[in-house]
């Protein structure tokens, strides 16, 4: 009876989590985001009952996909993966119908084709490997050492300072800092031990005695232990649906010596419980500088050493730098550096050194490689040390080491190529504003990696966006185009209408996150089960992996003054133009004469590319008189997939009628992907870039708008130019490689269409 009322309590959560995504729950908007939390933490307190769960999430699946509700299967997916990584043990029979599920889903479109083919390879490796899912996780989250699987991911948390409050800041600070107390590498060692017996014995497996054994152990006879289990873990996997059994006899012999290592004890004889997944490790930054991006990028790649001082960190990155490739590349034109030697590099020079004795021929490679003489050793830091790395890069833009000179007979081996063993989850925290300053820091990087490579072939790099407003909760834009107030989360309210899992847990967060910061602290706040925002962020990165790519683009700003050199930026949601209100003294008579015989304004020539559903090119010129115009990237309607800029123009008309002569504003809309806008009468306005008053150029006289382009791309096509003909369509190697510098946003399902 009991199990009933368990099971029917767990099916009404469910069925709530479902009315969630049609609207229909009578919970108010603030609370929305809570159901599926409250739900996996009710697991987490009894983890027994994680097969009625996955079993009551598969049956939903299967009569979503029976009825054709298709915006069930993706939320309901997620849920049920979270679930199984973190039980227990689950039943062969269970993990057999979640494949046999997932496999289905590869004959719907994108993306439940691609969630489904993820996910199918996931369980496949869970029913060949039992509590592999979990083990990978825990091992690259936490950074553990382990060369079975030397991976190691980590979330950094960028806040502008300039947007967020203290309050807000400080509240985050504590939070994360709280769920990461009891998250020492010993305890994470002895969770994935623990986890990793109970899949592979189930209900053989005495899980008090073994956590007894564990919390007894010394730290290097944890580390030992761990590494074994490890290591049968990922042999496992490569033995196949056969080697099962086998797995499981060498993971009972583990579990026999585990529990002889200590002494026996009298603990009572327990079934399977639940082991906590820790939480990843999370730094928190406060966005001041503008490299601050790459800069943390590299010290995860390359750590500072112990005795490295941390106020020697700025000023090494800052003189950091590497000579560019390509001069003539106009979008990657950056200062050139030059090194000053005092090696004369003639042999000669050399002091002169004693007859050296005869060289086996097993050590002449080895030897035969140039060596400096007689100079002065310096201890290199840690950041100087990434130059040395870069020699080993493969990528565009990369010159190949001197190769050394080979003799007949002797083979030399080729490095190895690199390979991805960091991911950076770089998480967003603001509105579009941080957004743009992404834009700004991520157009940077590509042009850092296309000058020379480091981070790509290290790194892999994933964007994730929560908005946080510090304003009231409003209903939808229509609110703001009524009130005239800015929308400052437009491209969170389209990941939202084009994800409902997106718009249920991380939209909800908007307004979430300064309410609870601005709470009292409860006399639970420092238990890592309450902590509802990092939890949910840790939610977000691990199952959010499905990017919406958004298009940067580039804008060329030319000054009225003409000795002042053009401006070169990037946006990535909007751009707004006013004309200036500050006019010169002496031209004020003038102006005010002209602006009462034509009306306000200023008189502009917009010169476009008309976007058309065939991609033909129709260029467009008009010139009115407008007082400003407002270039929006993010499509209004989730259904509108072109990718171009949405201009509204606002433009004065003069009406001569009975009474005089009026003026009235007409809105001009037109669609473009590039765009000049040039005053005629030498009137100044102003460029305000991604709704941040931080990013306005004054006395502009002119704006070009186009696609930011991918800075490797614009490096190979000038590479082609210089070996044949000037050609309009692209030739050789560019044609296979991105033309447009897009930024991924992840989210759970990416768009539905």
Same mark, same amino acid.
């Given at each position: 009876?009991?199990?009933?009322?368990?099971?029917?309590?767990?099916?009404?959560?469910?069925?709530?989590?479902?009315?969630?995504?049609?609207?229909?729950?009578?919970?108010?908007?603030?609370?929305?985001?809570?159901?599926?939390?409250?739900?996996?933490?009710?697991?987490?307190?009894?983890?027994?009952?994680?097969?009625?769960?996955?079993?009551?999430?598969?049956?939903?699946?299967?009569?979503?996909? =029976?009825?054709? +509700?298709?915006?069930?299967?993706?939320?309901? $997916?997620?849920?049920?993966?979270?679930?199984?990584?973190?039980?227990?043990?689950?039943?062969?029979?269970?993990?057999?119908?979640?494949?046999?599920?997932?496999?289905?889903?590869?004959?719907?479109?994108?993306?439940?084709?691609?969630?489904?083919?993820?996910?199918?390879?996931?369980?496949?490796?869970?029913?060949?490997?039992?509590?592999?899912?979990?083990?990978?996780?825990?091992?690259?989250?936490?950074?553990?050492? &382990?060369?079975?699987?030397?991976?190691?991911?980590?979330?950094?948390?960028?806040?502008?300072?300039?947007?967020?409050?203290?309050?807000?800041?400080?509240?985050?600070?504590?939070?994360?800092?709280?769920?990461?107390?009891?998250?020492?590498? @010993?305890?994470?060692?002895?969770?994935?031990?623990?986890?990793?017996?109970?899949?592979?014995?189930?209900?053989?497996?005495?899980?008090?005695?073994?956590?007894? &054994?564990?919390?007894?152990?010394?730290?290097?006879?944890?580390?030992?232990?761990?590494?074994?289990?490890?290591?049968?873990?990922?042999?496992?996997?490569?033995?196949?649906?056969?080697?099962?059994?086998?797995?499981?006899?060498?993971?009972?012999?583990?579990?026999?010596?585990?529990?002889?290592?200590?002494?026996?004890?009298?603990?009572?004889?327990?079934?399977?419980?639940?082991?906590?997944?820790?939480?990843?490790?999370?730094? +928190?930054?406060?966005?001041?500088?503008?490299?601050?991006?790459?800069?943390?990028?590299?010290? +995860?790649?390359?750590?500072?050493?112990?005795?490295?001082?941390?106020?020697?960190?700025?000023?090494?990155?800052?003189?950091?730098?590497?000579?560019?490739?390509?001069? !003539?590349?106009?979008?990657?034109?950056?200062?050139?550096?030059?090194?000053?030697?005092?090696?004369?590099?003639?042999?000669?020079?050399?002091?002169?050194?004693?007859?050296?004795?005869?060289?086996?021929?097993?050590?002449?490679?080895? @030897?035969?490689?140039?060596?400096?003489?007689?100079?002065?050793?310096?201890?290199?830091?840690?950041?100087?040390?990434?130059?040395?790395?870069?020699?080993?890069?493969?990528?565009?833009?990369?010159?190949?080491?001197?190769?050394?000179?080979?003799?007949?007979?002797?083979?030399?081996?080729?490095?190895?190529?690199? @390979?991805?063993?960091?991911?950076?989850?770089?998480?967003?925290?603001? !509105?579009?504003?941080?957004?743009? /300053?992404?834009?700004?820091?991520?157009?940077? %990087?590509?042009?850092?990696?296309?000058?020379?490579?480091?981070?790509?072939?290290?790194?892999?790099?994933?964007?994730?966006?929560?908005?946080?407003?510090?304003?009231?909760?409003?209903?939808?834009?229509?609110?703001?185009?009524?009130?005239?107030?800015?929308?400052?989360?437009?491209?969170? =309210?389209?990941?939202?209408?084009?994800?409902?899992?997106?718009?249920?847990?991380?939209? #909800?967060?908007?307004?979430?996150?300064?309410? %609870?910061?601005?709470?009292?602290?409860?006399?639970?706040?420092?238990?890592?089960?309450?902590?509802?925002?990092?939890?949910?962020?840790?939610?977000?990165?691990?199952?959010?992996?499905?990017?919406?790519?958004?298009?940067?683009?580039?804008?060329?700003?030319?000054?009225?003054?003409?000795?002042?050199?053009?401006?070169?930026?990037?946006?990535?949601?909007?751009?707004?133009?006013?004309?200036?209100?500050?006019?010169?003294?002496?031209?004020?008579?003038?102006?005010?004469?002209?602006? #009462?015989?034509?009306?306000?304004?200023?008189?502009?020539?917009?010169?476009?590319?008309?976007?058309?559903?065939?991609?033909?090119?129709?260029? $467009?010129?008009?010139?009115?008189?407008? #007082?400003?115009?407002?270039?929006?990237?993010?499509?209004?309607?989730?259904?509108?997939?072109?990718?171009?800029?949405?201009?509204?123009?606002?433009?004065?008309?003069? *009406?001569?009628?009975?009474?005089?002569?009026?003026?009235?504003?007409?809105?001009?809309? $037109?669609?473009? /992907?590039?765009?000049?806008?040039?005053?005629?009468?030498?009137?100044?306005?102003?460029?305000?870039?991604?709704?941040? &008053?931080?990013?306005?150029?004054?006395?502009?006289?002119?704006?070009?708008?186009?696609?930011?382009?991918?800075?490797?791309?614009?490096? @190979?096509?000038?590479?082609?130019?210089?070996?044949?003909?000037?050609?309009?369509?692209?030739?050789?190697?560019?044609?296979?490689?991105?033309?447009?510098?897009?930024?991924?946003?992840?989210?759970?399902?990416?768009? *539905?269409?």
């Amino acid at each position: 009876m009991e199990s009933t009322e368990v099971e029917s309590d767990i099916l009404r959560r469910v069925r709530a989590l479902l009315r969630e995504l049609d609207g229909h729950h009578p919970a108010c908007q603030c609370g929305r985001g809570m159901l599926r939390w409250t739900l996996h933490k009710k697991i987490d307190q009894n983890p027994s009952n994680s097969s009625v769960l996955v079993r009551i999430l598969v049956k939903e699946l299967e009569r979503a996909e =029976r009825g054709d +509700f298709r915006h069930y299967i993706i939320p309901l $997916l997620h849920t049920l993966m979270y679930t199984l990584i973190k039980a227990p043990c689950i039943s062969e029979e269970l993990c057999g119908r979640v494949y046999d599920f997932c496999k289905k889903l590869l004959t719907l479109p994108k993306p439940f084709c691609t969630i489904g083919l993820d996910y199918a390879i996931r369980l496949k490796m869970e029913r060949t490997t039992p509590g592999m899912l979990y083990q990978r996780m825990v091992i690259a989250e936490q950074s553990l050492k &382990s060369d079975p699987y030397p991976y190691h991911e980590k979330i950094f948390i960028f806040a502008d300072p300039d947007l967020l409050s203290e309050a807000i800041c400080n509240a985050l600070v504590t939070d994360m800092e709280a769920a990461q107390v009891s998250q020492s590498p @010993q305890a994470c060692m002895c969770y994935v031990i623990t986890h990793a017996l109970q899949a592979a014995l189930g209900e053989g497996c005495n899980s008090t005695s073994l956590k007894r &054994s564990l919390q007894d152990m010394p730290m290097s006879d944890v580390e030992h232990w761990f590494g074994q289990v490890v290591a049968a873990v990922e042999c496992a996997r490569g033995e196949g649906s056969t080697g099962r059994s086998q797995h499981a006899a060498r993971m009972e012999k583990i579990y026999q010596n585990v529990l002889s290592s200590c002494p026996a004890g009298d603990a009572p004889l327990g079934g399977l419980q639940g082991t906590p997944l820790p939480n990843p490790s999370i730094s +928190f930054h406060l966005w001041t500088e503008d490299d601050q991006l790459w800069k943390e990028l590299v010290l +995860f790649i390359r750590p500072l050493s112990h005795t490295c001082e941390p106020s020697c960190l700025s000023r090494d990155l800052d003189n950091f730098e590497i000579p560019d490739m390509v001069s !003539d590349c106009e979008c990657c034109q950056q200062s050139r550096f030059s090194v000053l030697s005092t090696d004369s590099g003639i042999e000669r020079d050399l002091p002169a050194a004693p007859e050296e004795p005869f060289i086996p021929c097993s050590m002449e490679t080895e @030897q035969s490689r140039l060596q400096r003489k007689g100079g002065i050793k310096k201890k290199p830091s840690p950041l100087e040390g990434v130059a040395f790395l870069q020699a080993g890069c493969n990528g565009p833009g990369v010159k190949s080491p001197a190769k050394p000179q080979r003799k007949p007979g002797i083979s030399l081996e080729h490095p190895a190529p690199l @390979q991805r063993l960091h991911t950076a989850r770089i998480v967003l925290l603001g !509105d579009d504003r941080i957004l743009g /300053r992404l834009a700004q820091a991520y157009h940077s %990087l590509r042009k850092r990696e296309t000058r020379r490579v480091f981070l790509t072939p290290r790194l892999n790099l994933q964007f994730y966006y929560i908005p946080v407003v510090t304003g009231q909760p409003d209903t939808g834009a229509a609110d703001h185009a009524a009130t005239g107030q800015e929308d400052l989360c437009e491209v969170a =309210r389209y990941l939202g209408r084009a994800d409902p899992w997106y718009e249920s847990n991380i939209n #909800t967060l908007c307004h979430m996150i300064p309410k %609870l910061a601005t709470m009292p602290s409860s006399p639970s706040k420092h238990l890592v089960t309450d902590l509802f925002i990092t939890d949910v962020i840790a939610y977000y990165v691990r199952m959010g992996i499905q990017p919406v790519c958004f298009q940067v683009y580039a804008v060329k700003v030319f000054f009225s003054d003409p000795v002042q050199e053009p401006a070169e930026d990037v946006f990535l949601t909007e751009l707004h133009t006013q004309v200036q209100d500050s006019i010169p003294h002496r031209e004020l008579s003038m102006t005010k004469r002209k602006m #009462t015989l034509d009306g306000p304004g200023t008189d502009l020539t917009v010169t476009y590319r008309k976007v058309v559903l065939s991609n033909r090119v129709k260029e $467009l010129a008009v010139s009115l008189r407008s #007082t400003g115009l407002v270039m929006k990237t993010i499509p209004a309607d989730e259904a509108e997939d072109l990718v171009c800029l949405n201009v509204n123009i606002t433009e004065i008309v003069k *009406i001569n009628n009975l009474s005089g002569r009026s003026f009235s504003a007409v809105a001009n809309r $037109l669609k473009t /992907r590039y765009i000049q806008i040039r005053s005629t009468e030498q009137r100044p306005f102003t460029v305000c870039l991604d709704k941040d &008053s931080r990013r306005t150029y004054r006395n502009v006289i002119s704006v070009e708008v186009s696609p930011c382009l991918e800075p490797s791309y614009c490096l @190979q096509k000038t590479r082609a130019m210089k070996f044949s003909l000037p050609e309009t369509e692209d030739v050789g190697l560019v044609k296979y490689m991105p033309k447009s510098l897009l930024l991924p946003i992840n989210t759970f399902a990416g768009i *539905i269409q």
